[in-house]
Nanobody, 120 residues
Framework: QVQLVESGGGLVQAGGSLRLSCAAS?????MGWFRQAPGKEREFVAA????????YYADSVKGRFTISRDNAKNTVYLQMNSLKPEDTALYYC????????????????WGQGTQVTVSS
């Protein structure tokens, strides 16, 4: 059974940093992060290739967030710096074993999410 378990969320002041982690039950081709704010649709944040050599970001987080992975630990990370109140959302980890192109935003497996709240 595939499991994705996120951790690392919390409350932080604007301008602060958080690092999210997602522990996976196996190694996946592509892993990504999405977020959903109250009353809004889920949106793509970042994706990373199997090797970790390829990454792709939403324009809203480019230059502030960094996605990385440790394949020895089957874990993907999202380092979030210069956080803004508009980054407040439930952050989800996602994974798939098909469609290696990072710009494709369809995923097969999802975690339960971890809450990030940024105060102004």
């Amino acid at each position: 059974q595939v499991q994705l378990v996120e951790s690392g969320g919390g409350l932080v002041q604007a301008g602060g940093s958080l690092r999210l982690s997602c522990a996976a039950s196996g190694r996946f081709y592509v892993m990504g992060w999405f977020r959903q704010a109250p009353g809004k649709e889920r949106e793509f944040v970042a994706a990373i290739s199997r090797s970790g050599g390829g990454t792709y970001y939403a324009d809203s987080v480019k230059g502030r967030f960094t996605i990385s992975r440790d394949n020895a630990k089957n874990t993907v990370y999202l380092q979030m710096n210069s956080l803004k109140p508009e980054d407040t959302a439930l952050y989800y980890c996602a994974a798939r074993n098909t469609l290696a192109v990072l710009t494709i935003k369809q995923y097969d497996y999802w975690g339960q999410g971890t809450q990030v709240t940024v105060s102004s």
